[in-house]
């Protein structure tokens, strides 16, 4: 799967940020994340060994899901994540040359950005779309300011402190956020692989019942 037949109405728009995931629990819990309906999936570089983990997902996984890295902050991190075949490529920060070389790989791409200058620019410069980071600095009201100027069909993911909660998603769904990038509420080392697949289900139901 590349960015040019991407298709987010055929996921469910939810990426799972497995932060602090060890390379010998990779597969096993990206397994139950795709049971439950995930197949999105981030492993940021600041965890262990990072790279290696990408890898054995892609070749375990192949093309069917996004799999990818986050935290991607600079030129030389994108080559060494599309150098292990991963399809994702997530960031913190604006900057326009790790776009520009994801989108030419045929890596979906969603950068960090907060301001309007930041979303413009990442989107001229091929983004798949926009991460909204964090999204506890931006708030409802800037992101309500944000999603007014951005052309309707940008895909925004609010990231930052969302649980699987309709009282935490509900209030960004209702004003056009697409999906959301979901960290330690979701997975943190230490949980149990029921813990992980109970968060899982409580991620995609709720998602699920807010845009019945």
Do not use: W
């Amino acid at each position: 799967m590349t960015n040019k037949d991407f298709k987010l109405s055929e996921h469910l728009p939810l990426v799972a940020i497995i932060r602090g995931i060890e390379t010998k629990d990779v597969v096993r819990v990206t397994q139950i994340l795709i049971d439950e309906g995930f197949s999105m999936i981030e492993v940021p570089l600041n965890s262990p060994d990072a790279l290696t983990s990408i890898k054995l997902l892609v070749d375990t996984f192949g093309n069917n899901y996004l799999i990818g890295a986050g935290t991607v902050t600079t030129p030389a991190l994108a080559k060494a994540v599309i150098a292990t075949g991963a399809n994702l490529v997530v960031t913190p920060n604006y900057n326009a040359e790790v776009i520009k070389l994801s989108a030419a790989a045929g890596c979906v791409t969603f950068p960090g950005v907060i301001t309007p200058t930041e979303a413009f620019d990442a989107l001229e410069a091929g983004a798949t779309g926009l991460k909204l980071f964090p999204v506890s600095v931006l708030g409802l009201d800037g992101f309500k300011a944000l999603k007014s100027v951005l052309p309707p069909e940008v895909d925004c993911f609010p990231v930052g402190g969302i649980n699987p909660t309709v009282e935490s998603m509900k209030p960004y769904t209702d004003l056009g956020a697409t999906g959301f990038g979901l960290g330690a509420s979701l997975y943190k080392p230490g949980l149990t692989d029921d813990e992980i697949r109970a968060n899982a289900k409580a991620f995609a139901a709720t998602y699920t019942s807010l845009k019945k």
